[in-house]
């Protein structure tokens, strides 16, 4: 496979600051995007919003994402890496700006629409940077500690936006996370490099988009995405009210449990990460899979009193953190430098629609019962396991593609 000029740097101190970066870029990313559940009941009833739309606030995001992850695919390869970030993190942070001041629900999803167009590219470009810039060897350790951004999200920046929404109203978390994406942006302009070697590949040579997706390779990266992505998001959306009223954890100390999970998340990430670099994907990601296995088993499927809450719902996070890293890992290098950001792309958007489906799959399934509790959360959990092991196969193909390039 060949390698980019910018995957070689010479100076590790300046890889560890492009990572930084990329960090605080995929933090407010996911930030933005994950306040908006929380918060709903308080917009909700400031504008007068059914709360049944909710659920359509939320997917208007995901759905934006993954069109134009499509749409952009044949575009974001032509431009220096450092100007399609600072046109991305710009978009997101005016489309967040005209959230915190929508007056209603058409303005409200207009407002998540475009967070959607400028959020899914600016993932996929972050992603992008940290393969273009860190060398196979080391990019397990980076994808871990960018992946922890996630876990940073909901152990410092859900709570305390909430606290904020408590203080000040629901638009001031909208307005902080505004701030935050300036001063990223200004961060950006200041610290970040250009980064065009992409751009210096002879241009006949680079694969459109049709042959790129004609690849094996490419096309076990996608599936093995959905694979990862479904599974989880069949179960994520129904964790909160699922903890609360079928295990019987105290609604008060939900806080608790988040900060706790995304710990155990962050830590996993890190530790992980550094170890896929040793073992190897595949291995790291079995062990992520088995682990995601027994939390959704004995969590879910058949829900025992005897192990504490907290202890699950750790072990689920931690379990997702180590699929996550191990795909990421073995996706990173499947792509030629060239094709990078056209990739992470689509593959966004396979993972945007997917997580939607597995959501949507789960809405047909569970129903509430009298007392509240979700009723189906078994035969879900059993769907989730499922998709779960085959995942395994992908990341096996994954690898197998790796070693035998088509």
């Excluded at 999803?109 to 860190?134: C, E, N, Q």
């Excluded at 694969?207 to 990862?228: C, D, F, I, N, Q």
């Excluded at 595949?282 to 009193?305: E, Q, R």
């Excluded at 073995?330 to 990739?343: C, D, G, H, Q, V």
Aim: glycine share 10%; charged share 10%; hydrophobic share 55%.
């Amino acid at each position: 496979m060949n390698k980019s000029p910018d995957s070689i740097l010479k100076s590790s101190s300046l890889e560890r600051q492009i990572v930084f970066i990329v960090i605080g870029i995929q933090f407010i990313n996911i930030l933005e995007f994950m306040m908006v559940m929380p918060l709903g009941p308080d917009f909700a009833k400031d504008l007068a919003i059914d709360t049944s739309h909710l659920g359509l606030i939320s997917g208007s995001y995901t759905a934006a994402s993954a069109i134009t992850g499509i749409l952009s695919a044949s575009y974001l390869e032509r431009f220096d890496r450092k100007l399609a970030i600072l046109l991305a993190l710009a978009g997101l942070v005016f489309s967040t700006i005209v959230a915190g001041l929508s007056q209603n629900l058409t303005m409200l999803l207009g407002a998540r629409i475009m967070a959607g167009i400028f959020g899914g590219p600016s993932t996929s470009l972050a992603l992008a940077i940290i393969s273009d810039v860190v060398p196979p060897e080391r990019r397990g350790k980076a994808l871990g500690a960018v992946m922890s951004s996630f876990a940073m999200a909901s152990i410092l920046g859900v709570p305390l936006g909430l606290e904020a929404a408590r203080w000040g109203g629901w638009r001031v978390p909208f307005f902080f996370i505004s701030i935050l994406g300036i001063l990223m942006i200004i961060g950006v302009f200041l610290r970040l490099p250009s980064i065009k070697g992409h751009l210096t590949f002879d241009k006949a040579g680079q694969a459109s988009l049709k042959t790129m997706l004609g690849r094996p390779s490419v096309l076990y990266s996608l599936a093995t995405s959905a694979l990862l992505m479904a599974s989880g998001f069949m179960l994520i959306p129904n964790i909160a009210p699922y903890v609360q009223f079928n295990l019987g954890y105290p609604r008060q100390d939900m806080g608790i449990l988040y900060f706790v999970g995304g710990l155990a998340s962050f830590v996993a990430m890190i530790f992980f990460g550094q170890l896929t670099d040793r073992l190897g994907a595949l291995v790291v990601g079995s062990l992520g899979c088995t682990a995601f296995f027994l939390a959704v088993f004995f969590g879910f499927v058949t829900p025992s009193i005897s192990l504490p809450v907290v202890l699950i719902f750790s072990l689920f996070m931690m379990a997702s953190a180590l699929r996550g890293v191990a795909f990421n890992t073995l996706s990173s290098k499947i792509p030629e430098p060239y094709e990078r950001a056209r990739f992470m792309s689509v593959q966004s958007s396979v993972q945007h629609l997917s997580s939607a489906i597995g959501a949507g799959v789960s809405s047909l399934v569970l129903s509430v019962g009298a007392d509240q509790k979700l009723l189906g959360m078994d035969i879900l959990g059993l769907w989730s396991v499922g998709l779960n092991f085959l995942m395994i196969g992908g990341l096996w193909f994954m690898q197998r593609s790796l070693k035998n390039p088509s």
